[in-house]
């Protein structure tokens, strides 16, 4: 029979796509989980895997998914309306991001006004947001690139110019502006795969059919400038970043590309129950002065 533990145990396979990983996630013994899988399969009537060689969700798997995943999500959302509802409005915000740098005003401003709400931060990679979202599985979500996905509203929080940081003394470092051209073979200090700002240097040097040197990869975009004024090589660092700063230890430079920007946004689910507390820090976010650093000044 379809219940929630089986529909549960269902999204975990299917994100996985490997039995006994998920197995070992669910903390269930592989043989039982094989089971339920093929018994909802039996009762959907129709495979939701491919089994020729790797396991893969097929067409009918991410169909279903894509339900599930609604409707566990709107199962929870209930569940936290009703937790609001008898705790008089204190609840929990969860915010996902794909870097909290530039995040950190408004949520210092968020947690002075509402110190009773409680925020859960996520780091997240951008790809994955719209599935998190529409599941409910996170209220907001702020990304450096553009969203590509239905079901999602959306607000242009940040537009800024992306540069190349260089430590000083470098060769590059009095030029006003520079090609992607000529930071061809340059060792540049990088963000890992799925940040922002590894997919912009990707990006833009495969537009002209180049690869970045990349020598260093980091799991922490902000050891990033300090990496560069150490001298292991160059990096892409946006305005903001290099503004905001209280000690730039390099030079910072124009990159001659209309593309060398990233565009923040906040996405919430368009059809998504807002608690209180996620509509609250929407507010809050979305009436952030980032050139100030304070919140929008109140006309009228």
């Not at 089986?6 to 043989?31: C, D, G, I, K, N």
């Not at 430590?167 to 200090?189: N, T, W």
């Not at 979305?286 to 009228?300: A, F, L, S, Y």
Request: hydrophobic share 45%; glycine share 8%; with cysteine.
């Amino acid at each position: 029979m379809m219940d929630l533990n089986t529909l549960r145990q269902f999204v975990v396979v299917a994100r996985l796509e490997h039995l006994s990983r998920a197995a070992e996630e669910l903390r269930v013994a592989q043989p039982s989980l094989s089971r339920t899988i093929a018994r909802l399969e039996a009762e959907l009537g129709t495979p939701l895997f491919d089994r020729s060689g790797r396991l893969r969700l097929n067409d009918a798997g991410k169909l279903f998914l894509d339900y599930v995943e609604r409707s566990l999500g709107e199962l929870d959302a209930g569940r936290r309306a009703v937790a609001e509802a008898v705790s008089e409005g204190v609840g929990t915000v969860r915010l996902a991001s794909e870097t909290f740098l530039t995040l950190t005003g408004p949520l210092a401003a968020y947690k002075r006004a509402h110190p009773d709400i409680e925020i859960e931060l996520r780091w997240m990679p951008a790809e994955d947001m719209a599935r998190h979202l529409r599941a409910q599985e996170v209220d907001l979500c702020v990304a450096s690139q553009p969203i590509s996905a239905e079901g999602l509203a959306a607000v242009q929080l940040l537009d800024d110019a992306v540069g190349v940081a260089t430590p000083l003394g470098h060769p590059l470092a009095g030029r006003p502006s520079v090609s992607i051209d000529e930071l061809a073979g340059q060792p540049f200090v990088s963000a890992r795969k799925g940040h922002w700002q590894r997919r912009l240097l990707d990006r833009l040097f495969a537009a002209r059919d180049l690869t970045p040197k990349i020598v260093c990869e980091v799991d922490e975009p902000s050891a990033i400038a300090d990496l560069i004024s150490a001298g292991l090589g160059i990096g892409l660092v946006p305005a903001f970043a290099r503004r905001s700063s209280t000690r730039p230890t390099g030079a910072w430079i124009a990159v001659d590309s209309p593309d060398c920007r990233r565009t923040v946004t906040l996405y919430w689910g368009a059809d998504s129950h807002l608690s209180t507390a996620a509509r609250l820090m929407r507010a809050t976010i979305t009436g952030w002065n980032w050139t100030t650093g304070q919140p929008q000044e109140k006309r009228g």
